[in-house]
């Protein structure tokens, strides 16, 4: 195991040197620019969508007769501004008129974004600034024509820190955000890994360095070298980007905070990365090991695509089931439990559960590392027990 390690570390150490002091890594720097930004524009794109579909309900806490009073004026205003143009309102008959029983509901209670009370003349909004900033309009609105006054209704606003429907929104969005980067640069970088070992089949090199050290410890090697370079990469993208919004001014205290902390989650994050592009790595390595030519590396490039956006779309689909069915699937299938626990540091505070996740799918990759090295032995370098038949069978028939 020693020596395994030892021949490990010289393999990545030649090939990461190699690929770093190398003139093309410059333009591998700039090339995932251009989908970064791409990825930003559909980012802020499916935001908006998200804003122009999402339901919001406001609790009503008011008297009887204001509260029917103004559950008809929503109905009849919906007919011709339509249904999505006004939140949902929701009577809240168990909260009294009281700010610290309004802010306790709002904490315990998810599905409600903000509660009126007071009086219809005279109302108050509670809220997180988000939700009362977006709907204060509207629910004066509401309560001038509820009440038929032609003065504007001047409306009372109480801004809470954070409700139960705000942060679960927030660190739902984190969720997803952390899951695109994720795959995004999966995506961009696991890809390489499947054309690396074609050259130097090619130029026999290969042979060189199997009879030399284990086959094991060129697969750790190559793979770990790939990975260095993935990581230096990522930390110029995000040197880059960071100063680039210390240039603009972007306010990072407005980003909703992960469910274990920002210092956890980034720690996170690089962890399932890693553990992500070792995962996809490896297969791709044994897959890429298979072929004699570049042209079927391309061939395999794009079922190997599709197949990152099959696990990709199973880890996303399962953001908001926890603890559901297929989100258990995402979290066990080894492919995409980086991404699914990702999902989950964003919303769940327990930590022990991330150390068993990157435990199974160290696991794994050195499960499919051991399998790809013996397909390549038996495959490719012709040492494995269908090489050993085919020799016997040779001096058998004498052919």
Known sequence: ????????????????????????FFFFLLGPLFPLGIGVAAGGLGSQVSRDIETTTIGIVLSPEEADNLLAT?????????????????????VQDREADIVAK?????????????????????G????????????ALLAETAIAQPVPVEIETRLVGQTGSSSERGQLLTAQGAQAILILLTMILAGMVLSNLVEEKTNKIIE???????????????????????????AVWSTLGLSVSLLVGVHWNALPVPAVGWPL????MIFYFSMAYLLLGSLFLGIGAMATTVREVQTLSMPVTMGQ????????????KLGEP????????????????????????????????????????????RFSVMLFRRNVMKSGQAARKKSLFARVTGK
């Open 1 to 24: 195991m020693i020596e395994t390690i030892r021949a490990a570390f010289v393999i990545a150490r030649r090939d990461f040197t190699a690929i770093i002091f190398s003139k093309s």
């Open 74 to 94: 929503r109905a009849r205003l919906s007919l011709s501004l339509g249904p999505k143009s006004l939140p949902d309102l929701l009577i809240l008959n168990d």
């Open 106 to 126: 709002l904490d315990s209670d998810k599905s409600i974004n903000a509660i009126l009370s007071g009086t219809l003349a005279k109302p108050v909004l509670t």
């Open 128 to 139: 997180s600034q988000r939700d009362v900033g977006r709907w204060q309009g509207k629910v």
């Open 208 to 234: 060189i360095l199997a009879a030399a050290i284990p086959m094991d410890a060129i697969f750790l090697g190559k793979l770990f070298a790939m990975l260095g370079m993935a990581l230096v990469g990522i």
């Open 265 to 268: 989650f980034i720690i996170l």
């Open 309 to 320: 956006l099959l696990v990709f779309f199973l880890a996303y689909s399962s953001i908001t």
């Open 326 to 369: 297929v989100e258990w699937f995402a979290v066990l299938f080894p492919f995409s439990s980086p991404f699914a626990m990702i999902a989950r540091a964003a919303q769940m505070d327990n930590i022990w559960q991330h150390g068993l996740a990157l435990i199974w799918q160290a696991i794994f990759t050195m499960i499919i590392i």
